[in-house]
């Protein structure tokens, strides 16, 4: 592998090709913190496909797209005189120094757990008035909602016993049961998202990522609903002309293909 000052060497390269960019490509000139904005989350969004894939050369490929983002926004950045490459380096530097006193001072920790909430504690002195502070507002509502329960449990807001979590889960559903009586279609939709909320905390404690549990569950409809389709063109017809029943049939015989 490289060593650290020819990956350095290569870095300086990448930035001084940006810069140029920048001043003489007609799109490159036209870009704002806002159009990029968009563009960063789906490279975000592909890297995570990579990475869920374990493809080492398309992680590699998509962190480079990330990575020109980034000196990107540093670039837009020094134009307003805000910050640049360097200075986001620096602070970086410091934060992450002043968030591993067990690592830079005298601070004892036992274990992972501990630095977690040494984390949040340092955080609060550094200014936040709440825990919540740092979670992204545009975080998707799963994500953003395991964001939330992973910070407050951080500070022991957490159920004792998963079996908590199940019992909590019950009693959300029948929440949900009573509104379906009253069909008040307002309350329906704050007990289903109550429901969602409690199923991923139930996943959180019993280490199961929900993004990853639902995505799994994506595929795996899409791979059967193709082999229905498949086997309905095969019989020459339409799948919006059969049966449930018919179609029904199908998909149990595609459960013994996936």
Known sequence: MDSLDEQLKEIKQLI????????KCPWDRKQ???TLKTQTIEETYELCDEIE??????????????LLHIIFYAKIGSEK???????????LTKKLIRRHPHIYEDKKIKNSEEVKLNWEKIKLKEGRSSILDGVPTNLPPVLKAQRIQDKV????????????????LDEEILEFKEELIKKNKVKLEIEFGDILFSLINLARHYKINPYNALEKTNKKFITRFKFVEQKVKKLNKEIINLELKEINALWEKSKHQT
């Open 153 to 168: 449990s951080s500070v022991g807001f957490d159920w004792k016993k998963s079996e908590d979590v199940l019992q909590k």
């Open 16 to 23: 001084s090709i940006v810069w140029e960019l920048r001043e």
């Open 81 to 91: 005189n805000k910050f640049n490459i360097g200075i986001i380096a620096k602070e």
């Open 53 to 66: 894939k374990l493809s080492y050369d398309g992680i590699k490929e998509e962190l480079g797209d990330l």
């Open 32 to 34: 704002t913190f806002k």
